[in-house]
């Protein structure tokens, strides 16, 4: 199957309000460019010197997503152009996007990474720890930043019951935080969860914006 079939076949297997993240990292442009030629407009990243060399090369109408873990100190190399960031982790790295995208006169939309994993592997926050960030005076000063909802990755098993599990957690949270949060720079619309192998899964409780790179690209190396 090439990957105009695999991105037919997966957008015809999910609801409409769900977002497709392409996930290209690895991929080379002539990839990319067949998604693209297929109608696919967001590609996510993990490495920002891959996806500013990928944004030189390719269509200006791509949204990129950032979606690898983000050092604060390599925001400034794709704060022109990135449209989402999905793992922010640090009150620090908040006011680091805010500060680039002011450089650029811009607004970056950015998702908070909550930690819903059984594994100690992952990234991301507690619960608490993100109200603590919804709720501080210093994030409620960042004008150039506008926080859209949560990302979580769920454990790397093929226990079903536990993936529900971790995804309906983060979904009660967001309905719960999407009812109290609403400020200038925080209105929570997307809740990430779901890659490849438990997209439908994390559709089921709650998720509308998956993350998919191997069943659209293939395997990679």
Not at 4 to 10: C, R
Not at 170 to 181: A, D, I, P, R, S
């Amino acid at each position: 199957m090439n990957i105009k079939d695999n991105l037919k076949k997966i957008i015809d297997s999910i609801p409409e309000k769900v977002t497709l993240v392409a996930v290209s990292k690895t991929k080379p442009i002539a990839d990319l460019q067949e998604a693209y030629d297929a109608g696919q407009r967001i590609f996510g990243e993990n490495k920002i010197q891959e996806m500013v060399d990928k944004y030189d090369a390719l269509p200006k109408d791509i949204k990129w997503h950032m979606i690898g873990h983000l050092q604060s100190n390599k925001v400034k190399y794709m704060a022109h152009f990135v449209d989402l960031i999905h793992g922010v982790d640090k009150l620090k790295t908040l006011v680091e996007i805010n500060k680039q995208a002011k450089k650029h006169d811009r607004v970056i939309n950015c998702l908070i990474q909550a930690r819903i994993a059984k594994e100690d592997t992952k990234f991301g926050l507690t619960f608490k720890e993100i109200e603590t960030i919804l709720t501080s005076e210093k994030t409620a000063e960042l004008k150039n930043i506008n926080i859209v909802g949560f990302m979580g990755m769920a454990t790397f098993t093929d226990d079903t019951a536990q993936l529900s599990e971790e995804f309906s957690s983060l979904e009660t949270f967001f309905k719960t935080q999407k009812e109290k949060t609403a400020t200038l720079n925080c209105n929570l619309e997307v809740l990430s969860m779901g890659m490849s192998g438990d997209y439908q899964l994390a559709i089921e409780n709650g998720s509308n914006m998956i993350r998919v790179g191997s069943s659209i690209f293939g395997s990679r190396n």
